[in-house]
């Protein structure tokens, strides 16, 4: 320690601060944490045996949820192999949209518990191609399920609508979503 002191006192002033640091992390008479590192990493077999499990319980969850708002507002919703919940309010006889067909919708996004996300009236309808554009996978599931002139309400599960992180707005991490999608529009992409 006396030496460290004694380089301190002699090192140049345009050297200084960087020697001096370099002298004093070298005068620690502390041991190195070391961190421990597992010895084994998880196979995929063993990753996939401990998710699996985990995530349908989660699906499951969610899906009671999603049960449990429709008994509560007496809704008579069909439901599709994906996990999507819609019903039909005003029925339309325009066009069925297919992948890669333009949409205009005007919509109404809450959360189960009736939170107001997003809204068309406020934000302006929406135009996007379906299977395409960035939106939620549920949305474009959706819109396929109607023809141009319907109204619909469509409870998506989270991961078919903003997944575990939300949309890092107003949509919190692993939300149902509730949409009244108007499907004002389809034509055929140029």
Known sequence: MLLCKYFIRTIPAMTGCLAAY???SSCDN??????SIPQQALTEKQAKDELIPSHRMYVKQEEDEIK???RQHKYNML???TGIYYMIIRHGEGTVPEVKNIVKVTYRISLLDGTLCYDSKRDGPKEFMVGEDVEES????AVQLMHQGDKGLFIIP???A???VGDHDKIPPGAVVVYEIDLLAVKKAD
Request: zero cysteines; hydrophobic letters at 35%; charged letters at 10%.
């Open 22 to 24: 370099l002298i004093l």
């Open 30 to 35: 502390r041991q190195p944490q070391i961190r």
């Open 68 to 70: 449990q708002y429709i």
């Open 79 to 81: 439901s599709t192999p």
């Open 138 to 141: 549920g949305v474009h599931q």
């Open 158 to 160: 989270s991961y078919l």
């Open 162 to 164: 903003m997944g575990l």
